[in-house]
T-cell receptor, first 109, second 118 residues
Framework: AQRVTQPEKLLSVFKGAPVELKCNYS??????LFWYVQYSRQRLQLLLR??SRESIKGFTADLNKGETSFHLKKPFAQEEDSAMYYC???????????FGAGTRLAVHP | GAVVSQHPSRVICKSGTSVKIECRSL??????MFWYRQFPKQSLMLMAT?????????EQGVEKDKFLINHASLTLSTLTVTSAHPEDSSFYIC??????????????FGEGSRLTVL
């Protein structure tokens, strides 16, 4: 069955520290993976997608098919990065997105 | 980016009544919209795919007679929670993809509608 697992509910770091938000997936086909972010009192929005291999706001994520992972990383966390982060897996040519449970990132000064 | 708007943002109703939530794509036409439900401190769960001009496709375990979806135009989908009960209290979120962005896969989300059933 298709599944997205984010093992950490909360990740708490200090400003300037490296951040890694874990995401593992289970999917029989070729996965299309995304990271979505939800800042306080704002709607969910796309952060990045693996297919474009881009870096947004200093965040990167590499798809590792061997480990079935798509961890989100940033070398130096900023306070404004504090938000809820969701890893998502697209099925059926982007017809459906399956979301992980989400990880709350708290960056302290 | 494309804008998806939901209304109302909050609604409180009595048990047994029906509630309608609207989802509009403001600057693009969406043949398909998606309805999600989010419980407190939990992830988004896909409820159904709303298809313009045809019946919605419901996910397993979602009661289609309970959650009526109508997608009458290319910019509007509605979710009606019928005979609401307290366990239907939740955060309902709609999303849509802008076909003008060439199938990049990005979903644009509404701000969500919080339903509280007393």
């Amino acid at each position: 069955a298709q599944r997205v697992t984010q093992p950490e509910k909360l990740l708490s770091v200090f400003k300037g520290a490296p951040v890694e938000l874990k995401c593992n997936y289970s999917y029989s086909g070729s996965p299309e993976l995304f990271w979505y972010v939800q800042y306080s009192r704002q709607r969910l929005q796309l952060l990045l997608r693996h297919i474009s291999r881009e870096s947004i706001k200093g965040f990167t994520a590499d798809l590792n098919k061997g480990e079935t992972s798509f961890h989100l990383k940033k070398p130096f966390a900023q306070e404004e990065d504090s938000a809820m982060y969701y890893c998502a897996l697209a099925q059926g040519g982007y017809n459906k997105l399956i979301f992980g449970a989400g990880t709350r990132l708290a960056v302290h000064p | 980016g494309a804008v998806v708007s939901q209304h109302p943002s909050r609604v409180i109703c009595k048990s047994g009544t029906s509630v309608k939530i609207e989802c509009r794509s403001l600057d693009f036409q969406a043949t398909t919209m998606f309805w999600y439900r989010q419980f407190p401190k939990q992830s988004l769960m896909l409820m159904a795919t709303s298809n313009e001009g045809s019946k919605a496709t419901y996910e397993q375990g979602v009661e289609k007679d309970k959650f009526l979806i109508n997608h009458a135009s290319l910019t509007l989908s509605t979710l009606t929670v019928t005979s609401a009960h307290p366990e239907d209290s939740s955060f309902y979120i709609c999303s849509a993809r802008d076909p003008g962005q060439g199938g990049t896969g990005e979903l644009f989300f509404g701000e969500g509608s919080r339903l509280t059933v007393l």
